[in-house]
């Protein structure tokens, strides 16, 4: 009697056991999961409302924003601030914000930013935003360049369908320690702009590519910059600082981060040309183009105007070709403390200071010149092996020559991999200057080092 009790208990257990597993599988298939192509779970994207958002005082960005490929679905506004995109962090991710500071945490990092300061802090330290952070109605803006910086995200570029996707960056990205004491060398990367061979996305990423190589081997360098872009035979006038463009926002955000790298911008001319000529081919200043006082100032005045409203600190001026006169590069001298180049003829070895209006300025020249194509490197590095002690070890460098030897390519992520020989022109170039024990230098620490 007592066995059939426990038989009938246990077929009341199993059968009510059933019924619960049923009625769980019931609700739980009618239940709305996340979806795995749902990239806003993947970053902890909050499923706040922003009713009381009044938005930003800049351009609405019609763009794409993706994350590992799949598209965010963004309530706020991407916004664009003279083609610096503005992200609303506070919807992408887990943000506190108090009236001094915000924590942001995203992927399992965690970081305060000082809203006063416009700073923020990993571990003890403390580091500039490269923008201002925005706090409006309890929501968070960064600038695209900030967050990606904050939480090491690589980005891909579609320029044609305005797409931007970002993922977390695998690239392992450290400066050697060592530091030489040698002879002082100068690297400066010549006739940087929006246009020409910068046109494309890619050549914008391998340019990158470039700047994390030089930050590795621990290499300050500088970006020879025309911030205006002209080639009117095929009706292109492209100024970044006036002209909003997803290829604009891509070039402006290279530049950002180039400075990240240790990068030293100056300004390369204004638009490197006159007339009917196009810009990195033509000539600026000579005797007999913009030769008056009046001409000169007022071409130096639109290239500062141009990197003031885009936010690019500027160093030095040097002229297109190095055909300023001798005057002309004095007024030039009155707006920077650097002129990069040669103040007297383009044989002049060392520096030489100038006083000018009271000021003492630099006119760095450029005695190993350049490499004129991949073909010409052995003429370099034979000039560097021969080169007296007294001479200033100084080159420019145009970075599209490296572009054969940076090879792109996509995983079935869509995350962007590369692979850059060893053996390319400016590799072999570094490991001259490191055989011959030099240390390379920014015009700005040449004081102490000279």
């Not at 409302?49 to 799949?70: P, T, V």
């Not at 007297?344 to 006083?355: D, G, H, L, M, T």
Request: with cysteine; aromatic share 12%; hydrophobic share 35%.
């Amino acid at each position: 009697m007592l066995i059939k009790k426990v038989k009938h208990k246990f077929k009341l257990i199993l059968l009510a056991g059933i019924v619960i597993i049923i009625s769980g599988a019931f609700i739980l298939g009618n239940k709305k999961l996340p979806k795995q192509n749902d990239a806003s779970k993947i970053l902890e994207q909050s499923n706040r409302k922003f009713s009381s958002f009044k938005g930003l005082d800049m351009k609405e960005e019609d763009i794409r924003l993706n994350f590992k490929m799949k598209p965010l679905s963004l309530q706020l506004p991407i916004y664009n601030d003279n083609n610096r995109l503005y992200i609303p962090v506070s919807e992408i991710c887990n943000t506190e914000l108090t009236k001094d500071n915000a924590v942001v945490k995203m992927n399992d990092k965690s970081v305060r930013i000082n809203l006063l300061k416009n700073s923020y802090y990993e571990g003890n330290k403390e580091y500039n935003l490269r923008k201002k952070a925005i706090a409006s109605e309890d929501v968070l803006y960064l600038s695209l360049f900030d967050f990606t910086k904050l939480f090491n995200l690589k980005t891909d570029w579609d320029v044609e369908t305005k797409t931007l996707s970002l993922f977390y960056n695998s690239d392992i990205l450290l400066q050697k320690i060592e530091k030489k004491h040698g002879r002082p060398a100068l690297i400066r990367l010549e006739d940087i702009t929006a246009g020409q061979r910068y046109a494309t996305s890619e050549s914008l990423e391998k340019l990158r590519i470039i700047a994390d190589y030089l930050y590795h081997e621990n290499v300050p360098f500088h970006v020879a910059w025309i911030p205006r872009y002209m080639n009117p035979p095929k009706g292109i006038d492209n100024d970044p600082s006036t002209q909003l463009s997803m290829y604009n926002t891509d070039f402006v955000f290279t530049l950002d981060y180039l400075i990240d790298k240790n990068g030293i911008v100056g300004l390369h001319g204004y638009t490197h040309q006159q007339g009917e000529e196009e810009s990195v081919d033509g000539i600026e200043f000579n005797s007999k183009i913009n030769a008056g006082e009046e001409c000169v100032r007022r071409r130096v005045n639109l290239a500062i105007n141009c990197a003031k409203k885009l936010d690019i600190p500027v160093y030095f001026f040097e002229s297109p070709h190095y055909d300023a006169t001798r005057s002309q590069k004095r007024i030039m001298g009155e707006y920077f403390n650097y002129i990069y180049e040669a103040y007297r003829s383009q044989n002049e070895k060392a520096i030489s200071k100038v006083k000018i209006q009271n000021r003492v300025v630099s006119f760095i020249p450029t005695p190993l010149d350049c490499v004129n194509g991949a073909k010409c490197i052995d003429n370099m590095i034979d000039r560097i092996y021969t080169l007296p002690k007294k001479t200033l070890a100084s080159f420019f460098y145009h970075p599209n020559i490296e572009f054969e030897y940076i090879k792109i390519t996509k995983d079935k992520s869509g995350y962007t991999t590369y692979t850059y020989s060893e053996e390319s022109p400016l590799h072999q170039l570094l490991r001259v200057f490191s055989d011959k024990n030099y240390e390379f230098k920014s015009i700005k620490d040449l004081d102490t080092s000279i």
